[in-house]
């Protein structure tokens, strides 16, 4: 498929790079928006050889500064359900992508782009990145996951802050809060998103996509449960080449060469 309104690229083997490319409008995610990014996850998905996707927004303003309102604006009810389905399938794709996803975030980071940043796995932001959920702003909801995934992300009273107040919240209180995992300076962040990647990239392929599977899984189940789950992970990796190999480079004192097998 030839892509209109993102990027997807591989900068290097395994390691993708999808970007939401409309800077004009800030990279507000319409309707065209929402049916590439799930057909570009589809296809990191399919390839075998995919260690990690980092996710980011085109220029140097915005990751994305949310639904994009000129479309949303005369919808029907039922028009609004289903770009809200439609959202919540592309993000829902992020998240149960095999390999890690990793948010770069490089500036405006609201509504609909926060809702897609925390459906990533984590999030690198830059000094510029500015947080938010105004949709209360404009008379209506989070559409797209916000008032579930952000809760269980920062806890109940912080989303509950940032979505009744539409409060932008910048960089340094978004790590305080634990909303993203380091800031860096702007002209850093492609860079250590590619050095994170890079480090994800060099581990046992098999275990980086089970312990994902694992932490998505296990959040929602009870504890008990979960850790059987987990264990039952573990038991797998031990059919893999990979694992002979980790551990036999452990001893002998060498780096893993992994195949993902
Ligand atoms: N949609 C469309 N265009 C947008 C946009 C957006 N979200 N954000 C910015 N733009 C466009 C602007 O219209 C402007 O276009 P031109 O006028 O140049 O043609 C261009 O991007 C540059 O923006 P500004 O001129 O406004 O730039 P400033 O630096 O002055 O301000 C800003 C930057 C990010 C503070 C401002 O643009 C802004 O407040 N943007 C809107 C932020 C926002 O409210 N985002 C939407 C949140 S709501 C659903 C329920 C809810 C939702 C979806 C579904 N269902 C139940 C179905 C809601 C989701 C949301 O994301």
């Avoid at 990014?37 to 390839?47: K, P, Q, S």
């Avoid at 926060?114 to 949709?135: H, M, N, R, T, Y």
Wanted: proline share 3%.
């Amino acid at each position: 498929m030839a892509y209109q309104n993102i990027l997807l690229e591989q900068k290097e083997p395994g390691i993708y790079l999808l970007t939401i490319n409309r800077p004009k409008s800030l990279n507000a995610l319409n309707d065209a928006v929402l049916d590439e990014l799930y057909h570009a996850v589809g296809e990191i998905a399919r390839d075998p050889g995919a260690r990690v996707v980092l996710v980011t927004g085109s220029g140097d303003r915005a990751f994305v500064a949310g639904a994009d309102i000129i479309e949303m604006q005369d919808f029907s009810a039922m028009e609004a359900k289903a770009f809200s389905e439609k959202a919540l399938r592309a993000f829902r794709s992020i998240e149960s992508l095999a390999v890690p996803a990793v948010a770069l975030v490089n500036g405006y980071c609201l509504g609909g782009g926060c809702e897609l940043a925390i459906s990533c796995d984590w999030i690198l932001a830059s000094e510029k990145a500015v947080f938010g959920q105004p949709e209360v702003n404009l008379g209506v909801t989070p559409g797209f996951g916000g008032s579930q995934r952000l809760q269980r992300l920062i806890g109940r009273g912080r989303a509950m802050e940032m979505l009744m107040t539409g409060r932008q919240v910048k960089a340094d209180e978004a790590l305080a809060w634990g909303l993203v995992n380091h800031v860096y300076p702007a002209a850093e962040l492609m860079d250590k998103g590619l050095e994170a990647a890079r480090m994800i990239a060099s581990k046992g392929p098999v275990a980086v996509r089970l312990t994902k599977q694992a932490l998505q899984l296990g959040q929602d189940m009870d504890l008990f449960n979960a850790c059987v789950m987990e264990s039952d992970s573990f038991a797998l990796t031990f059919s893999t080449r990979d694992q002979k190999e980790g551990m036999r480079a452990f001893v002998e004192k060498r780096p893993a060469r992994f195949q993902g097998k």
